[in-house]
Nanobody, 120 residues
Framework: QVQVVESGGGLVQAGGSLKLSCAVSGRISQINNMAWYRQAPGKQRELVADITSGGATNYVDSVKGRFTITRDNAKNTVSLQMNSLKPEDTSVYFC??????????????WGQGTQVTVSS
């Protein structure tokens, strides 16, 4: 019913930048919050940033001032611009949306993840 697909991961040197994108498709009635999570090997998945349908944003302290989350409500997309990347940002990044498919209940929908590797 709902597909969430991330793109834009890769390998970058410390201090560099990457932009992640996420496209949501399917029979969608409404999308509420959209978010990026990350999970490093051996660690719990953590919220990196989220954005409400009205554009309010929230960031984990470790990325404040370096990452920017934006969304395009007309296209059902969300992006994460990551600047001044550090080796500790290395993780698999996941897109998550709170979405109501047509004729269905609200639910959380996740992408499969995209690898971001920052070399020192």
């Amino acid at each position: 019913q709902v597909q969430v697909v991330e793109s834009g991961g890769g390998l970058v040197q410390a201090g560099g930048s990457l932009k992640l994108s996420c496209a949501v498709s399917g029979r969608i009635s409404q999308i509420n919050n959209m978010a990026w999570y990350r999970q490093a090997p051996g660690k719990q998945r953590e919220l990196v940033a989220d954005i409400t349908s009205g554009g309010a944003t929230n960031y984990v302290d470790s990325v404040k001032g370096r990452f920017t989350i934006t969304r395009d409500n007309a296209k059902n997309t969300v992006s994460l611009q990551m600047n001044s990347l550090k080796p500790e940002d290395t993780s698999v990044y996941f897109c998550m949306v709170i979405c109501q498919p047509i004729d269905m209940l609200w639910g959380d929908y996740w992408g499969q993840g995209t690898q971001v590797t920052v070399s020192s």
